[in-house]
């Protein structure tokens, strides 16, 4: 069955520093995958999405994310976080047929100090 | 573009009354919406899958009696949650996505249901 980890539930980042957020997926053939992000109270904002091609993908906000088939991982990337990058951030990926749902992560919740 | 809104945005309740949310594509056609439902700090649960003109599809453990979908339109989807109880309070979101694009789902904003 496919399923998606987030490792991470927390993680802690000063202002400027590089960030990465890491996701491993389980499914047998070529999946889509996603990144989102929500703010609190928010509903879910799509950062980047890989169906294929480029394994280098970039995304708004400058968020990057690079899909590495031998790891089954699609890490989200940012190389200097701003204050407002501090939120939650979702790694998802479909699940194929029917109406193709997506299946989440547990989520990564970002926190940025000043 | 493909922008989705949920009405309203936060509701309370009594306990046994019904609550209709309402879930909106505003600048695509949305064959196809779905229904979240997500508990303070943890993942999105889907509820269940809803076509255009057909009945909606719910996930296992999602009682379709309580949470009433309906999708009569390509951009108006609702959620009724019917009888509702304090174990029901809870964030719902929605999401739909383009025909002939089935592959992306835009979020609405959630709304924040509490009921006393």
């Known amino acids: 069955a496919q399923s998606v980890t987030q490792p991470d539930i927390h993680i802690t980042v000063s202002e400027g520093a590089s960030l990465e957020l890491r996701c491993n997926y389980s499914?047998?053939?070529?999946?889509?995958l996603f990144w989102y992000v929500q703010s609190p109270g928010q509903g879910l904002q799509l950062l980047l999405k890989?169906?294929?091609?480029?394994?280098l993908v970039q995304g708004i906000k400058g968020f990057e994310a690079e899909f590495k088939r031998s790891q089954s991982s699609f890490n989200l990337r940012k190389p200097s976080v701003h204050w407002s990058d501090a939120a939650e951030y979702f790694c998802?990926?479909?699940?194929?047929?029917?109406?193709?749902?997506?299946?989440f992560g547990a989520g990564t919740r970002l926190a940025v100090h000043p | 573009g493909a922008v989705v809104s949920q009405h309203p945005s936060r509701v309370i309740c009594k306990s046994g009354t019904s609550v209709k949310i309402e879930c909106r594509s505003l600048?695509?056609?949305?064959?196809?919406m779905f229904w979240y439902r997500q508990f303070p700090k943890q993942s999105l649960m889907l509820m269940a899958t809803?076509?255009?003109?057909?009945?909606?599809?719910?996930e296992q453990g999602v009682e379709k009696d309580k949470f009433l979908i309906n999708h009569a339109s390509l951009t108006l989807s609702t959620l009724t949650v019917t009888s509702a109880h304090p174990e029901d309070s809870s964030f719902y979101i929605c999401?739909?996505?383009?025909?002939?694009?089935?592959?992306?789902?835009?979020f609405g904003p959630g709304t924040r249901l509490t009921v006393l």
């Open positions: 999401s739909g996505t383009e025909t002939g694009a089935t592959d992306t789902q835009y």
């Open positions: 499914y047998g053939a070529t999946p889509y």
């Open positions: 600048d695509f056609q949305a064959t196809t």
């Open positions: 809803s076509n255009e003109g057909s009945k909606a599809t719910y």
């Open positions: 998802a990926v479909v699940r194929r047929g029917g109406y193709n749902k997506l299946i």
């Open positions: 890989y169906f294929s091609g480029d394994t």
